[in-house]
C-alpha cells in the first residue's frame, strides 16, 4: 500500500446516520488535511492537523468532527448531515509545512459522499 | 481568502491540438502550484513554480509564473486523450502556514 488511502470509497447515507471516513497515509509525513471538493466550487479545506494536534479550523459546522490518533491515520466522523454535504471529501497528506515555505501535499482518491 | 480564477471553465479538443489554461488573482502569491486530478481520484501536483516569471516544462506541458506573481498559464502541446482532467491551480494562503487556496479548475477533455 502506498501513498494516501481512503475508505470507504463511496458512502451513502440518511440525514440521522452516523458515519466515519478514514484516511491513512503511508509516507511518513507529520501534517494531514481535510478538503470537501463540491461540484462548481473551489476546494475548501476543513481541517488541517500538525503532529496530532489541530491547527486549523476553518468554520466547519459541529456535524463533522475530525479525529488524528496518529500522524499516519486521520477520521471524519459525521453525524446528522445535511444533503447539501454531499460532496467529494479528500484526504491529504504534507511533510510537515512551515510557514512561508511551500509544501506538496499528496492527495487520497477520496471519499463520494451521498446525504439522502 | 485569496481568491484564484480559472479559464476556460471547461475546454473540450481533439487529439493533437495545442491549448492554454489560465489561473489569475489580484494577490500576490510566494508560490503557485497545478495540479492535475483525473475522475475517480485526488489531485495529483504537476509542477511548483516559485519566481516570478519563471517557466517550468514537463515534457509537453510548460507552466509560466507571472512577473507579478498574480498569475500562471499551464501550455499543453499536441494534447493526447491521456491529457484529459481537472487542472486545478493552488496558491499558498498567506495568512495561514498550511492552506492551499485552489481555484475551480478548468476541465479538459481531450479526444482521439
Known amino acids: 500500500e502506498t501513498g494516501v488511502t481512503q475508505t470507504p470509497r463511496h458512502l451513502v447515507m440518511g440525514m440521522t446516520n452516523k458515519k466515519s471516513l478514514k484516511c491513512e497515509q503511508h509516507l511518513g509525513h507529520n501534517a494531514m488535511y481535510w478538503y470537501k471538493q463540491s461540484a462548481k466550487k473551489p476546494l475548501e479545506l476543513m481541517f488541517v492537523y500538525s503532529l496530532e494536534e489541530r491547527v486549523e479550523n476553518n468554520s466547519v459546522p459541529s456535524r463533522f468532527s475530525p479525529e488524528c490518533p496518529n500522524s499516519s491515520h486521520l477520521f471524519l466522523h459525521l453525524h446528522t448531515l445535511q444533503p447539501e454535504d454531499s460532496a467529494l471529501y479528500l484526504c491529504?497528506?504534507?511533510?510537515?509545512?512551515?510557514?512561508?515555505?511551500?509544501?506538496?501535499?499528496?492527495f487520497g482518491p477520496g471519499t463520494r459522499l451521498t446525504v439522502l | 481568502t485569496q481568491l484564484l480564477e480559472q479559464s476556460p471553465q471547461f475546454l473540450s479538443i481533439q487529439e493533437g491540438e495545442n491549448l492554454t489554461v489560465y489561473c489569475n488573482s489580484s494577490s500576490v502569491f510566494s508560490s503557485l502550484q497545478w495540479y492535475r486530478q483525473e475522475p475517480g481520484e485526488g489531485p495529483v501536483l504537476l509542477v511548483t513554480?516559485?519566481?516570478?516569471?519563471e517557466v517550468k516544462k514537463l515534457k509537453r506541458l510548460t507552466f509560466q509564473f507571472g512577473d507579478a506573481r498574480k498569475d500562471s498559464s499551464l501550455h499543453i502541446t499536441a494534447a493526447q486523450p491521456g491529457d484529459t482532467g481537472l487542472y486545478l491551480c493552488?496558491?499558498?494562503?498567506?495568512?495561514?502556514?498550511?492552506?492551499?487556496?485552489f481555484g475551480k479548475g478548468t476541465s479538459l477533455l481531450v479526444t482521439p
Open positions: 513554480v516559485v519566481t516570478g516569471g
Open positions: 491529504a497528506s504534507s511533510q510537515d509545512p512551515f510557514p512561508g515555505e511551500t509544501d506538496t501535499q499528496y
Open positions: 493552488a496558491g499558498e494562503d498567506s495568512n495561514s502556514g498550511y492552506a492551499l487556496n
